[in-house]
C-alpha cells in the first residue's frame, strides 16, 4: 500500500506542527522571546485554520520554519561541542542532542501526554515511520557522490546544528572546521547560504549538492 503523496505531506506536515511546539518550548527555555511569540503564532495558526497542522498555512503565506530543541538548548547554555556518533535507524546525532531528543519526547512532545496508551503508541509509530522516511532520502548523495559517506554525514549534520545552535548566523571560518567534500574544506567552495538549507557548488565537475536538513539530503548529479 503506497501513501498518495498529498497523504504523506499532509502526515509530514501534522508532525513538523507538532515540533513546533517543541521549538516554542525551548525558544522560552533560551529566553528567545520573540522567536517564541512568532513560532507559536505558526502553532496556533497550522493547529486552527490548518486543520491539526495538516496544511501549512503558515509555510503557504511565507512564514519562516524555525527548529530549536533541547539539544539547541543545552548549547545556549555552554554545551558547546559533543561526541558525534550514528543512532541506529535514526541516523546522525551527537551526545548532546541525543540526550536533548530524550528530553523533547519525554517532557515537551505534546504525544507524551496522550492519556489513551494504544492511541499514543500508534502516533508515535507513524512519527517514527514520518522521521525515518524523511532520513531515507538522504542515502541519494551518499549513493551518487564521489564522497567518503561516513565523513560527508558527519561535517554536514555538524555544520547544520552549529547554524541551528546560531540562529543561522555562522561565519565563513566557521565552515573551515569541516570538509564536505573529497578532502576539500570551505576555501573550495564558491558559494555560502545565509539560511537553513545549503546550496554547495563544487569548483569541478559542477555537481551540485543541496542540503536541506540532515534527514533530508538530496543531490543532482550532471
Do not use: C
Amino acid at each position: 500500500f503506497v501513501m498518495p503523496d498529498v497523504a504523506v505531506k499532509g502526515v509530514n506536515n501534522f508532525f513538523n506542527n507538532i515540533r513546533d511546539f517543541i521549538t516554542v518550548v525551548n525558544d522560552i527555555l533560551q529566553m528567545k522571546f520573540n522567536h517564541a511569540a512568532n513560532d507559536a503564532g505558526r502553532v496556533i495558526t497550522n493547529t486552527t485554520v490548518g486543520l491539526l497542522g495538516f496544511i501549512d498555512v503558515h509555510s503557504m503565506n511565507g512564514g519562516e520554519r524555525r527548529k530549536e530543541d533541547f539539544g539547541q538548548t543545552l548549547a545556549h547554555y555552554g554545551w558547546e561541542n559533543s561526541a558525534y556518533f550514528v543512532l541506529p535507524v535514526l541516523g546522525p546525532s551527537t551526545v548532546r542532542d541525543t540526550g536533548g531528543l530524550l528530553v523533547d519526547s519525554m517532557f515537551f512532545d505534546p504525544i507524551s501526554y496522550i492519556n489513551d496508551v494504544r492511541f499514543r503508541n500508534t502516533l508515535r509509530i507513524v512519527q517514527f515511520i514520518d522521521a525515518r522516511a524523511e532520513l531515507l532520502n538522504s542515502t541519494a548523495i551518499l549513493d551518487q557522490a564521489a564522497l567518503d559517506p561516513y565523513a560527508f554525514q558527519r561535517d554536514a549534520y555538524l555544520q547544520y546544528r552549529e547554524k541551528l545552535i546560531n540562529d543561522n548566523n555562522v561565519s565563513e571560518d566557521e565552515y573551515d572546521k569541516y570538509n564536505f567534500i573529497d578532502g576539500k574544506n570551505s576555501d573550495d567552495l564558491i558559494h555560502y547560504p545565509d539560511t537553513a538549507n545549503y546550496d554547495f557548488y563544487l569548483n569541478e565537475d559542477i555537481n551540485q549538492v543541496e542540503i536541506d536538513a540532515p534527514e533530508k539530503i538530496s543531490a543532482v548529479t550532471n
